[in-house]
Every structure is written in structure tokens, then in C-alpha cells.
């Protein structure tokens, strides 16, 4: 992106100004105005930071850089990896990846936010953090949530659950 004309419109816009004060304001303004080159410059790259910034926030997880070639800048865009097509529980239980009894381990990372409301809300199921994710994962997915006895039995109306003393 050449930056050079909105430099050398600024320079002409300071110029004309000047003129309204006489000859003498003019000529101060076309003296200072080479020297406010790397200035105007300068705030113009800081403004299409900010921009930048702006649009990968709203870009997330693709991005949006500027870079400097030369005296002026290029955008780099990134954008982000493509999601592969969710898999329905049809087509799951076709590959014969619904509870097969075994646990797969993953890493999840969520908003510092949400840590509270997740806790709340597995408390109030009385559940712990982990079944209560199984079970919300199993509902976006459409799957019946409630735990089964011995992990691959189908779910009856013969299941209990609650304190005893």
C-alpha cells in the first residue's frame, strides 16, 4: 500500500492553511512540512495496526497483519484453518466409534469466564466437571446423556440415582 498520497495530501492541506496567514506562514509550512513526512507516515502505520487489530478480533482464530516493505506496508491475511464436517451420531455409530466402552483423553481450553458457570452448573447436576462436558457434548450431539451400567448397555427405566445413607 503506498502511503505517498495521503502524506502528500496532508502536506497539501497544511499548505493551503498556511496560505490563509500570509507569505510568511506559508513558508514556515512548506518547511516543516518535509520534516513531518516520517511523522505522518508514522501515525498512518499506527492507524492501520489498529485496524488490523480490529478486524483478526473479528476474524478470530484468522488474522490479519501489517507489515512493513520498504517505507510502506502490506497486509498479510491468515486466514483459519477449516473446520472438518461434523460427523453425525449416524454416521458415527456406522464407523462404530459410539461407546465402545473405552475413554479417549483430550486437552479442553475454555474462557477463564466460563469456569465458574461450568462448575455451578456440574454441581447442580451433581455431577463432576468431566461428566457433566460428556454429557453436554452428548447433547449437541443429539446422543441420550444419561450414564449407562457396564458403559455399552442401552439405558433403562431400572436406573437409579441419588444418596443412600
Not at 56 to 66: I, N
Not at 104 to 132: C, F, I, K, M, Y
Request: glycine content about 10%; proline content about 6%.
Amino acid at each position: 500500500m503506498d502511503l505517498q498520497p495521503y502524506v502528500d495530501s496532508v502536506r497539501h492541506e497544511l499548505n493551503v492553511a498556511a496560505e490563509a496567514g500570509g507569505a510568511d506562514a506559508a513558508a514556515l509550512a512548506d518547511r516543516l512540512s518535509a520534516p513531518l513526512d516520517s511523522a505522518f507516515r508514522l501515525a498512518l502505520l499506527e492507524a492501520l495496526s489498529e485496524a488490523a487489530e480490529e478486524i483478526t478480533r473479528e476474524l478470530a482464530p484468522g488474522s490479519v497483519d501489517v507489515r512493513l516493505r520498504g517505507r510502506d506496508p502490506a497486509f498479510v491475511v491468515t486466514h483459519a484453518p477449516e473446520e472438518p464436517a461434523p460427523v453425525t451420531m449416524s454416521e458415527a455409530a456406522a464407523a462404530g466409534d459410539v461407546d465402545d466402552g473405552g475413554t479417549w483423553r483430550v486437552t479442553l481450553r475454555l474462557p477463564e469466564g466460563l469456569r465458574t458457570a461450568v462448575d455451578a452448573a456440574a454441581r447442580g447436576a451433581g455431577l463432576s466437571v468431566n461428566a457433566w462436558l460428556v454429557r453436554a457434548v452428548n447433547g449437541a450431539l443429539g446422543v441420550d446423556a444419561r450414564p449407562t451400567r457396564g458403559g455399552s448397555q442401552p439405558n433403562s427405566d431400572k436406573n437409579f440415582s441419588g444418596w443412600v445413607r
